[in-house]
């Protein structure tokens, strides 16, 4: 991990994920929701901790986002924070099965196939669906890369409700990718769905963390 962060464990074991988000009717504040636009977006992020004026924080870097929007292309990490790879995504939902694969402009690729399930993969670390709702809410500061700093957003919901995901098929060539990730360090651990969340974003990070020359 880049400095300051270092990764956030659960029992001994850093947590990395992809959230896949359909954004709807995203506007400023105050705009009527008509207004808004719409994206599927994905972002690669790892669950990281770092001081602050002599505080403990927590929440998620992100080393990529990927957006099937233009305008989030241009405008990321200019007008809003988060530089964005544009992406083509292939997405399909029935009777409460998901597919969604996406090909980015240099070549990452993602795809995952699941159905709601009644109860968190057996296997996962976190044990139960309570454990793995609450350590990703605790997430919901992000950092991203742009040239020799980092910007942020914090993520606000007005409720917060997982439900587990039964995985039949998962591919990241991000966290496939040996020169990063050594064969064998990476094992899939669960997925989770939220659907039809209020919420908004903010930069309401104090300022950029400026990376060390």
């Not at 305008?71 to 990321?76: E, L, P």
């Not at 974003?201 to 104090?206: A, I, L, M, N, V």
């Amino acid at each position: 991990m880049p400095p300051p962060f270092t990764p956030k464990l659960v029992n001994s074991k850093a947590i990395a994920g992809i959230c896949l988000i359909r954004l709807k009717h995203v506007r400023p504040k105050g705009m009527p929701a008509f207004l808004g636009v719409g994206s599927e977006n994905g972002a690669h992020r790892i669950a990281v901790q770092w001081e602050e004026n002599g505080e403990l924080k927590e929440g998620v870097y992100i080393p990529r986002r990927d957006t099937s929007s233009l305008f989030n292309t241009i405008a990321g990490g200019r007008v809003f924070p988060g530089r964005h790879h544009q992406a083509k995504f292939d997405v399909n939902e029935h009777d409460d099965q998901y597919h969604v694969a996406f090909t980015s402009s240099d070549g990452t690729v993602i795809s995952v196939d699941a159905k709601v399930a009644d109860e968190l993969n057996p296997d996962s670390i976190f044990g139960t669906l309570d454990v793995a709702s609450d350590f990703f809410k605790a997430g919901a500061t992000g950092y991203s890369p742009n040239g020799n700093k980092y910007e942020g957003l914090v993520l606000y919901t007005d409720n917060w409700k997982v439900q587990a995901l039964e995985v039949s098929a998962v591919k990241s060539s991000f966290f496939e990718d040996e020169s990063i990730f050594p064969k064998g360090s990476v094992t899939f651990d669960n997925a989770l769905l939220m659907t039809n969340v209020q919420h908004d974003w903010s930069s309401g990070c104090d300022k950029p963390m400026v990376v060390s020359a």
